[in-house]
């Protein structure tokens, strides 16, 4: 038998609930004793709770809640695991090597009837996603462990204005994928308070021996939305956002991270949205503008008359620009 067939064979052995030791596992499989203990290392590598009891009734055993666990996929869960996996790797997973070897284990214990099906869910499922460079995805690795382990990072940042970078000891909390880019957020030794950091801007990464404890109940996540867009839920202030638009459209606004998180009613044709309204004569004006007149502001006045100011000093600047031209056009001599 392969080694993978004993592997499986002693995993089922172990899983009925017996305790049992390396010679009764040979006898049971018709293997030498040696090939049990290979086995057994190579199943607590693969993160099978195998417990070795000593003594006159000892023997290995599997750990009641692991015995308990299924260890297949049905076909729904195969089927999102692969596809799943292909939107780790087009968004830059770092662990892309140990996720391929995971679905080759998927696919290779299964029969040709399944595999043959696993095999069409992900074929016909894309995405399409910048690439990630080798060097950030080693850098990505080391914030991850980074982080699981609780270890301080030594880090130069390019702040991308020109000058060099910035040295600092900085506690990272946690990573976050945003929009196509990954960021990482933690306690910053330098500016002596949270911040936020593209991690395609790290020049340098290297761990320290110092370690931190993270913020209990602390979410990276919440902390860099509201670093990119202050001010657009937790103000004090809200105001009612209500747009008429196509279904598409509207569509479109609920996949936007602040109005898909901020929608209060939907109906057909309508939406309306709760915003802070700081974020109305800043943030908001100029999302909402490239839609032209694909949409229409039903309210607040406010966010409509500051749309109609910022249309009517684009319309001047690029007047500006067109009357000169226009005059040379018809006075060719002062070309």
């Not at 996720?99 to 069409?120: F, H, V, W």
């Not at 382990?149 to 880090?155: A, C, F, L, P, Y």
């Amino acid at each position: 038998m392969s080694k993978a067939t004993n592997m499986l064979s002693i995993l089922w052995l172990l899983r009925s609930g017996r305790r049992m030791t390396a010679q009764q596992l040979a006898d049971e499989l018709e293997i030498h004793i040696r090939t049990v203990y290979r086995c057994i290392d190579s199943l607590c590598a693969s993160g099978v709770p195998v417990i070795a009891d000593s003594g006159p009734n000892g023997g290995y055993r599997i750990l009641d809640r692991f015995a308990e666990s299924p260890l297949l996929f049905d076909m729904e869960e195969q089927q999102a695991l692969v596809q799943a996996a292909a939107f780790a790797r087009e968004a830059g997973y770092p662990y892309r090597e140990a996720l391929d070897r995971a679905i080759d284990k998927l696919k290779r214990y299964t029969n040709e009837e399944q595999l043959d099906r696993i095999m069409r869910h992900e074929e016909g499922f894309s995405v399409i996603h910048p690439p990630v460079e080798e060097p950030q995805l080693e850098l990505l690795k080391t914030l991850e462990a980074a982080v699981a382990q609780g270890r301080s990072v030594e880090m130069e940042y390019d702040k991308g204005r020109g000058g060099p970078p910035s040295k600092r000891v900085f506690d990272p909390y946690g990573i976050v994928h945003w929009k196509g880019a990954y960021y990482v957020v933690g306690y910053c030794g330098l500016r002596g308070e949270l911040r936020s950091f593209r991690t395609d801007r790290i020049v340098r990464l290297a761990e320290t021996e110092r370690r931190f404890e993270r913020p209990e109940g602390f979410s990276a996540k919440d902390h860099l939305m509201r670093e990119l867009l202050p001010d657009s839920l937790d103000a004090e202030s809200l105001a009612v956002v209500r747009i008429r638009s196509s279904e598409q459209v509207l569509d479109m606004l609920g996949q936007h991270w602040l109005f898909g998180h901020a929608v209060i009613e939907r109906k057909e044709g309508e939406a309306a949205y709760r915003i802070g309204e700081p974020s109305l004569h800043t943030y908001v004006p100029y999302f909402l503008l490239p839609y032209g007149k694909a949409l229409t502001i039903v309210e607040p006045d406010s966010l409509i008359e500051r749309i109609a100011a910022i249309g009517e000093e684009l319309a001047r600047h690029y007047r500006s620009m067109i009357a000169p031209q226009r005059e040379t056009d018809s006075n060719p001599s002062k070309g």
